[in-house]
């Protein structure tokens, strides 16, 4: 399928590595422009190189989300390098677990405000390209433990799933606020994800037996790949979904027992 992302031009937060990288590769593939950034320079550099290689037009930086000077900054050089900005994701996540003042403080200034901050530099080159082409997207990826606390820790207190579930509850507000301007938002809630460096594959290492209580508790009988989760992010991202807004999709291997409606 053919998701008219051609010559368009993404921003993907924390984009080296995992769901992030994944979701570049992902844009790239369907010859969208990206730009990514994360903390780590030389990781920058590498998946910058391997975009570039692809065909399309990418670009990347080392920054500090937690900065806002520096993020807005940096989204703002990208908008004028190349000529405005069609697709935003909110990717990257302080991954704090424990539920102590400094594990919500961590995820908040990150996840949370690294959100809003980087809406709102994005916003007047998401609204400019939704005026012109027809639709812009914002797509956040929150996690599935925002609706089930055993979702990462079996029956544990944590900072890190209503972190998550804020994020959610922001960007519904952001699609019903943005709707009649064809500025669309939703959110991705992933599962269980695997990959190599990745926190699962350092549970497995470390932590077997809470990586063997998380694999059992999915019937599909293993963990989502990082492209798997991409697949459906650049989906929503796309003009092919583009009277889909205000969603948060689950993809979760249906780990989670809720009913979604």
Partial sequence: MDLNLKGKTAVVLGGTRGIGRAIADTFAGEGANVAIC???????????????ATGVR?????VD??????????IA???AAFGGIDILVSNA?????????????RNFRLDVLGLVHAFEAAAPFLLEAAER???AAVVVISSASAVEVTAIRAD?????????????????????????????INVVSPGTVYFEGGGWAQ???????????????????????????????????????????????????????????
């Fill in 133 to 135: 082409r027809g639709d």
């Fill in 77 to 79: 050089a990208v908008g």
């Fill in 58 to 62: 990418a670009t990347g930086a080392a």
């Fill in 93 to 105: 996540g302080a991954m704090a677990l424990g539920a102590d003042a400094d594990s919500w403080e």
């Fill in 65 to 74: 989300i937690t900065d806002p000077a520096a993020l807005r900054a940096w």
């Fill in 203 to 261: 549970a497995e290492a470390g932590a077997a037996e809470l990586f063997k209580a998380a694999l059992a508790r999915n019937p599909t009988g293993r963990m989502a790949t990082p492209r798997e989760i991409a697949d459906a992010a650049v989906f929503l991202a796309s003009p092919v979904s583009s009277f889909t807004t205000g969603i948060n999709l689950l993809v979760d291997g249906a780990i989670t027992r809720r009913v979604g409606f």
């Fill in 38 to 52: 994360a903390r780590d320079a030389a990781q920058v550099a590498d998946a910058v190189a391997a975009l570039e």
């Fill in 156 to 184: 544990a207190a944590s900072a890190y799933g209503p972190i998550k579930a804020a994020l959610i509850h922001h960007a519904k507000g952001l699609a019903r606020e943005y709707a009649g301007r064809r500025l669309r």
